[in-house]
């Protein structure tokens, strides 16, 4: 017995699992790779003499599709599957990159060429231009700089509408090229082949 202040352990519940698929019947799926629509009670039964969980697949087909397999291989392809398409995501980011308004052309190179990295990863590039103290008297200097910076990029990204002044910051947002996006990708590093060494003469 529990005390009536603990509330009580929850029981997991498998969804769409044997006696947990609600549908009165459904388009059963059997290993041996026989399909019948039969009331749902009947496949489990069937699934259970076989070892296996009735699984529902496809709840939202006429009728329901429910497929016999071992319930904790389902689990493993189903995860497999999530992980294998949350590898193919490639989340955007926005990769900020902050200048002065007399930043010096080394630093300003050395920047740049982050940013051609970060936009040819797919990613966007915000550039900063802070103005510090009588500074902000110059904003034409911090415009010309992100404009300039901009063209410099223009083989790799394209400007999101002209530089915005922010309180004291001036930036501009570039977006990668789909082209330079999918030029990298085709570019990466393939798996080498084995090639087949002949045999020696007289082997």
């Given amino acids: 017995m529990y005390p009536s202040r603990f ?15 609600r ?16 009331p749902t009670q009947a496949a489990i039964r069937r699934a259970q003499e076989l070892g296996l969980d009735l699984i529902l697949i496809a709840p ?4 329901p599709v429910a497929k016999a397999m071992d319930y904790g291989q389902w ?31 080394h630093d300003y190179n050395f920047k740049m060429n ?6 040819g990863e797919g990613n966007r590039v915000k550039a900063v231009v802070q103005f510090r103290g009588r500074e902000i008297a110059h904003v ?4 010309k700089l992100l404009l300039r910076f901009a063209e410099d990029l ?32 085709d ?7 084995m090639v087949p060494v002949p045999p020696a003469q007289g082997e």
């Fill in 23 to 38: 549908a009165r019947e459904v388009r059963a799926v059997f290993p041996d790779g026989t399909v019948e629509v039969m």
């Fill in 114 to 119: 982050h940013a051609v990295r970060f936009l």
């Fill in 187 to 193: 570019k990466a590093p393939q798996p080498k082949q």
């Fill in 60 to 63: 939202t087909a006429e009728p």
């Fill in 140 to 143: 034409d200097l911090g415009r």
């Fill in 7 to 21: 509330p009580r352990p929850r029981v997991k519940v498998r969804e769409n699992v044997n006696e947990a698929i």
């Fill in 75 to 105: 689990q493993y392809e189903q995860k497999k599957k999530q992980h294998e398409a949350k590898k193919k995501q490639h989340v955007i980011q926005v990769k900020e990159l902050k200048f002065r308004p007399n930043t010096d052309d």
């Fill in 154 to 185: 223009s083989n790799h990204g394209s400007i999101e509408g002209q530089p915005k002044l922010e309180g004291r910051n001036a930036h501009v947002i570039i977006s990668p090229l789909k082209k330079d996006v999918k030029e990298k990708k």
